[in-house]
């Protein structure tokens, strides 16, 4: 397996994602430029410029004709993904720390940061399905998050529910019509919060990293804890894979920390855990700072990560990868 | 006629074309002309061309053929060599009960696992402890070598204290002497072969640090650490001693340069001691 090392950033990377058909990857890094690569030989399709601050969050819609990116600007943008021209720009008081597409692509939800006289929330926009029309102003939906904030959130399956990670380690799951509270769950060590929160295909389950060094697998409609996978060091990012079951975990010590630990490893790889067995099957090195997201691959022919150290890694995976069965998993196969 | 400043000018700037060249193993050989930094840069390359077909799906067909924009714009396609590389090559095999230690976990690592197992032989009488803790080491020589008995023995019939029998000779210089008090200087002197000398060590390492370091490499059967007597701290270099050469080769090449307490070691075989 021969990485693809896409430098075109100059600070750390802060998201990473392919688009459905995961030919092209969009990058957004704290250097404010947002970059679109084609994911089979890591060209770089081009950049999107505009933003005035740290970019923390993009998301590309199913049909890869529109891209949104949030930062700490205090703007939320549509892209022209074809062409690299803005198409809208929402303010808001503060930072934008998530968006994410509802999986028909017509509802954009971007999730604001808490600071002082702002408290966290979660804001819905409806998306004109066209290039050149006019994106409204006007929020479908807002939902405040006045007891812990929300850190990462996105569209359940059907747009039925939202579920939002909190800083306090819970995760929460809102009606998408009114936007009531319908359940909240501690899934995560108190006061430890989530990092990440990525999608099965099918967005009935999903699965949560958090700085409590564990990434765990919840189920959607209730909110259960199916799975969990424990590390020995804070996760930033977890990526379910397609084709096989087996997740992503990449995390490592935060920058401001690695001085005062043992420097020997910082534990910066890419750790494959399988999903079902939640045992650790193995790692992939390369990164020199801690991986700050990990995505996978829709066809899970691959996965990307971004890290720290401002590189992007593009893996496409060999036959060992697709080999790798468990005895019980053969003996399955055989049947 | 022309201005000849102008045709220097030419000749300086002027580029050969590069040329392609087919090679009959099905490579071509590419020869490109470029200036850097005012100096004219030739490059050779040699590729193999393989055409892999992918069929992918129409609305990937088309992104394809994109014109890029934002900092690629007017680029050429293709992937440009200042944003795109390849990295070295990964190996990732999954597998059931990985461990962060199984994963280098190579011949040579289980080599010394062997070695760990392996039984305290004495050198000198064959028994199950270390050949300094024989209780025989004053009297007899290592297995294969003339024993130390007989060794006096051939002393004895010139005269145990000297050719004259009656001047003194200092002890370091009586014959006997050889298999008593000065024996570690004599012909049983330390194995100096596998023998490492480590310098540039940080003052508060300690002799099971390094133990620990070197041990990866091989079974390591000596560590010894030059401490200041009165500060007890080290002084900065240690020897440290492999049973097997090969493996002291190995631990020399990976462990010079390795940084540790802040210090770049540096590693190197022992001289031969001069005594």
């Not at chain 2, 070598?145 to 009656?166: F, N, Y």
């Not at chain 2, 570690?184 to 596998?194: F, H, P």
Request: aromatic share 10%.
């Amino acid at each position: 397996m021969r990485p693809i090392l896409l430098s075109g950033h100059e600070r750390a990377l802060t998201q990473v994602k392919y688009n459905k058909d995961g030919d092209i990857i969009f990058s957004v890094s704290k250097d404010h430029v947002v970059g679109a690569w084609f994911s089979y030989n890591g060209e770089r399709l081009g950049t999107y410029h505009g933003h005035q601050g740290a970019l923390w969050t993009v998301d590309v819609d199913p049909t890869t004709t529109f891209l949104a990116t949030g930062g700490a600007d205090n703007t939320m943008r549509l892209w022209n993904v074809q062409t690299g021209k803005l198409l809208k720009t929402w303010e808001f008081g503060s930072s934008i720390k998530r968006v994410e597409f509802s999986s028909d692509g017509s509802k954009l939800l971007g999730v604001t940061e808490k600071r002082t006289g702002h408290l966290s929330t979660i804001v819905v926009y409806d998306i004109v399905q066209d290039v050149d029309a006019e994106q409204t102003d006007e929020q479908s939906l807002r939902i405040v998050c006045d007891e812990s904030k929300a850190t990462v959130a996105g569209f359940s399956y059907g747009a039925k529910w939202i579920i939002a990670g909190h800083e306090d380690g819970s995760v929460s799951q809102y009606d998408v019509k009114g936007g009531e509270l319908l359940d909240n769950v501690m899934v995560h060590e108190p006061d430890m919060p989530i990092t990440d929160m990525q999608w099965a295909p099918d967005r009935t389950y999903f699965i949560t990293a958090s700085k409590d060094k564990t990434a765990k697998l919840i189920s959607t409609k209730d909110l259960n804890v199916m799975k969990s996978y424990n590390t020995d060091t804070p996760l930033n990012s977890a990526a379910i894979t397609p084709v096989k079951d087996y997740i992503i975990l990449g995390g490592g010590q935060a920058a401001m920390d690695v001085t005062t630990t043992n420097a020997r490893q910082g534990k910066f790889e890419a750790r494959f855990y399988h999903k079902i067995f939640e045992e650790e099957i193995g790692r992939v090195r390369g990164h020199f700072g801690p991986l700050n997201y990990v995505a996978v691959h829709p066809l899970g022919t691959g996965y990307c990560s971004g890290g720290e150290d401002g590189y992007v890694r593009v893996h496409h995976f060999d036959k060992p990868y697709f080999d790798f069965m468990y005895e019980v998993e053969r003996e399955q196969a055989r049947m | 006629m022309t201005d000849w400043t102008l045709d220097d000018d030419d000749d300086a700037l002027a580029l050969p074309q590069s040329q392609i060249t087919k090679n009959k193993d099905g490579t071509e050989t590419i020869v490109t002309y470029r200036m850097e930094d005012g100096k004219k840069v030739k490059t050779t390359r040699r590729i193999k061309k393989t055409v892999v077909k992918q069929v992918v799906n129409p609305r990937v067909a088309e992104r394809k053929h994109w014109t890029k924009f934002g900092a690629e714009k007017g680029k050429p396609a293709g992937p440009q060599s200042d944003t795109t590389s390849v990295a070295e090559n990964i190996v990732f095999r999954p597998m059931a009960n990985w461990k962060a230690s199984a994963e280098d976990k190579t011949e040579t690592e289980k080599k010394k696992l062997a070695m760990k197992d392996a039984k305290i032989k004495c050198r000198i009488c064959s028994g199950d402890h270390w050949t300094t803790k024989c209780p025989f080491k004053d009297t007899m020589a290592p297995e294969g070598e003339p024993g130390g008995a007989e060794l006096d023995e051939a002393v004895d019939a010139t005269g145990g204290l000297g050719p004259s029998g009656s001047s003194y000779v200092p002890p370091h210089l009586r014959k006997g002497g050889a298999a008593t008090g000065d024996r570690m200087g004599g012909r049983y002197e330390r194995d100096d072969l596998a023998t490492l000398r480590v310098t540039n060590v940080s003052e508060f390492a300690e002799e099971q640090d390094l133990r620990d370091m070197f041990s990866r490499f091989g079974h390591v059967t000596r560590v010894f650490l030059a401490k200041d007597r009165e500060t007890g701290r080290a002084k900065g270099f240690a020897f440290v001693s492999f049973a097997d050469r090969a493996e002291a080769a190995k631990a020399c090449e990976k462990m010079d340069g390795y940084g540790y307490g802040h210090l770049i070691l540096k590693v190197e075989f022992a001289k031969k001691s001069t005594t």
